[in-house]
C-alpha cells in the first residue's frame, strides 16, 4: 500500500522555518553550482585520444581565400561521457546570432582568435552555445564561462564543423 502525504501551507512553512524543505525549494536542482561539472577542453577530447592526434593539416582555398583544415577521424569522436552532462567551462566567443540585446547564439572556442584569424580547432575542440539570456557585447571580448547542459553532436556550420552543443544556463565574464 502506498502511503501519500499533502502538505498545505502550513506544512511548508514549518518544515521551511525548520531548515528541513529550504535547500531543496529555494534553487531548483538543475541551477546549484554543485551539481555542474567543470570540464576542460581536453575533457571533450574521447579517453585514449591524444591531443597531438586530432591536430590536421590543411590547404590553402585560393577561391576563397582561407586556409581549410583536413581533420582525421579522430578530430571528430566526441566524448560521449559528456553528453547530457551538466558543464562549467571556460573559453572565448564567436558570435553567430547578435542584435542590439546582444549575443543569443555563440560558438565557444579554446583559445583567442579561432575561427577568426586562424582556421577553426577540431570539431571536437568547438561548442556552439545557445542562450535564453543574451550575452552583452562588451562581454565578447575576453574569456567567459559558460554553465549548461552538454550534447555531443556532430553539426556543420558556413563558420566550422562543430562537436558540442550547449543551452546556456548562465554565461559570465572569466575570473578565477
Not at 570540464?39 to 590547404?59: K, R, S
Not at 582525421?72 to 542584435?99: C, F, H, R, S, T
Amino acid at each position: 500500500m502506498t502511503k501519500t502525504f499533502n502538505l498545505n501551507r502550513r506544512h511548508f512553512t514549518w518544515l521551511a522555518a525548520a531548515g528541513l524543505a529550504a535547500p531543496a525549494m529555494a534553487v531548483p536542482r538543475a541551477a546549484r553550482a554543485e551539481d555542474y561539472r567543470e570540464v576542460t577542453w581536453e575533457d571533450l577530447i574521447p579517453p585514449g585520444v591524444p591531443y597531438a592526434q586530432i591536430i590536421g593539416e590543411g590547404y590553402m582555398d585560393e577561391e576563397n581565400d582561407v586556409w581549410a583544415p583536413v581533420y582525421d577521424e579522430n578530430a571528430v569522436k566526441l566524448n560521449q561521457g559528456l553528453d547530457g552532462a551538466l558543464i562549467k567551462m571556460p573559453g572565448y566567443v564567436v558570435p553567430v546570432d547578435m542584435d542590439s540585446d546582444g549575443v543569443h547564439t555563440l560558438v565557444l572556442v579554446p583559445y583567442e582568435g579561432a575561427c577568426i584569424h586562424v582556421p577553426p580547432p577540431p570539431p571536437n575542440q568547438l561548442v556552439f552555445v545557445n542562450t535564453k539570456t543574451p550575452l552583452s557585447e562588451d562581454d565578447i571580448w575576453g574569456a567567459i564561462w559558460v554553465w549548461g547542459r552538454l550534447h555531443a553532436k556532430l553539426r556543420e556550420t558556413d563558420l566550422a564543423a562543430i562537436g558540442y552543443e550547449l543551452e546556456a544556463d548562465r554565461i559570465e565574464v572569466y575570473e578565477m
